[in-house]
C-alpha cells in the first residue's frame, strides 16, 4: 500500500454561502464575519478576560476589513447580514458566559487584591457598553432627524417649484401685457 499525505489530508472547509449573500461585498463580510467569529471563539478559550469588544463582532471593524464603507452595515441595506451578525454575537456572548462561569467554579472566596481587579474590570466593561449604547442611540437620532430633515426638503421643494411654476406664469402674463402696452403706446404716438 502507498503511503500518502493526501489520503489524510482534510480538505479544507468550503464556506456556504446563504441566499441572502448576493452581492460580492456581501460574500466578502458574510466570510469575514465567520473568520471573526471562529477567532473570537479561541480567543474566549485562550484567554480569561477579554474586553468586550474583543469578545464581539465588531461591525465598524467587520467594514473597515473588508474595505467597505460602515454605512453599508445597516438594518436598511443589509438586514439579513445584521441579524447573521447579531446571531454570532449572542452566541459569542453565550459561549463567553459559559467559559467564564466554568473557570470561576473552584470553590474558594476571592481575595481582596482579585475582588479589586474584578471590580475595576466590570466597571471599565460598564463604562464601555454605557458609551456603546450611547453611541447607537445617537446614531440613531441622528439617522432620524436626517430622514425627516430629507422629508421636510423634499416638501420644500416642491413648494418651491409649484410657486416657481405660478411665479413664470405670472411674468409670461405681464410681459403679454407689457407688449399690448408699446404696440399700444407707439400707436398713439403715431396718431
Do not use: H
Not at 13 to 41: E, H, N, T
Amino acid at each position: 500500500m502507498d503511503f500518502s499525505l493526501d489520503n489524510y489530508k482534510k480538505p479544507s472547509p468550503v464556506v456556504q454561502m446563504p441566499s441572502w449573500a448576493k452581492s460580492a461585498s456581501c460574500k466578502k463580510l458574510y466570510v469575514r464575519g465567520i473568520f471573526y467569529f471562529d477567532l473570537i471563539k479561541s480567543n474566549i478559550d485562550l484567554q480569561i478576560d477579554l474586553p468586550i469588544k474583543e469578545r464581539k463582532i465588531v461591525l465598524r471593524r467587520l467594514a473597515k476589513d473588508c474595505s467597505v464603507d460602515p454605512s453599508l452595515l445597516s438594518t436598511r441595506r443589509q438586514p439579513d447580514l445584521i441579524n447573521f451578525i447579531a446571531q454570532k454575537n449572542a452566541e459569542l456572548d453565550e459561549y463567553w458566559i459559559s467559559k467564564n462561569s466554568a473557570r470561576s467554579v473552584s470553590g474558594r472566596k476571592l481575595t481582596k487584591s482579585e475582588l479589586i481587579k474584578q471590580v475595576a474590570l466590570l466597571k471599565t466593561e460598564l463604562k464601555t457598553l454605557e458609551n456603546l449604547r450611547l453611541a447607537e442611540a445617537f446614531t440613531s437620532a441622528i439617522r432620524e432627524s436626517l430622514a425627516q430633515s430629507k422629508s421636510e426638503l423634499v416638501l420644500l421643494n416642491e413648494s418651491l417649484s409649484i410657486e416657481n411654476d405660478e411665479l413664470k406664469d405670472r411674468n409670461r402674463s405681464l410681459n403679454g401685457q407689457l407688449r399690448e402696452m408699446v404696440i399700444t403706446l407707439s400707436r398713439v404716438r403715431k396718431d
